[in-house]
């Protein structure tokens, strides 16, 4: 059974950072791509970044770039989303998704879902 497990989500005041993972399990892991997604209350879902099965290549929203890092291990079946410089608008709920198609910030393109993890920045 495919299950993805976000943590590491909380509250954190402006500039503030923090460290989300996405463990993996039930599925080859590094055959599929993994997104980050977030939803803000009352928003669309939209994409935050995404790296490739192999981890050598990755994307972000232009509204994190330069704040966020995505990384991966496939050894442990974990990817990181690390934030920094937080600021009120990325109040969230952050979800991983994967898939095997390439990296794609149409949320609808993902085939399997974690349950979500709040993020909250305080101003």
């Known amino acids: 059974q495919l299950q993805l497990v976000e943590s590491g989500g909380g509250l954190v005041q402006l500039g503030g950072s923090l460290r989300l993972s996405c463990v993996a399990s039930?599925?080859?892991?590094?055959?599929?791509?993994i997104g980050w997604f977030r939803q803000a209350p009352g928003k669309e879902r939209e994409a935050v970044s995404c790296?490739?099965?192999?981890?050598?290549?990755?994307s972000y929203a232009d509204s994190v770039k330069g704040r966020f890092t995505i990384s991966r291990d496939n050894a442990k079946n974990m990817v990181y989303l690390q934030m920094d410089s937080l600021k009120p608008e990325d109040t969230a709920v952050y979800y991983c998704?994967?898939?095997?198609?390439?990296?794609?910030?149409?949320?609808?393109?993902?085939?399997?879902w974690g349950q979500g993890t709040q993020v909250t920045v305080s101003s």
């Open positions: 039930g599925f080859i892991f590094d055959n599929y791509n």
């Open positions: 790296i490739s099965s192999s981890g050598g290549s990755t």
């Open positions: 998704a994967a898939d095997k198609l390439p990296c794609d910030p149409v949320p609808d393109k993902y085939d399997y």
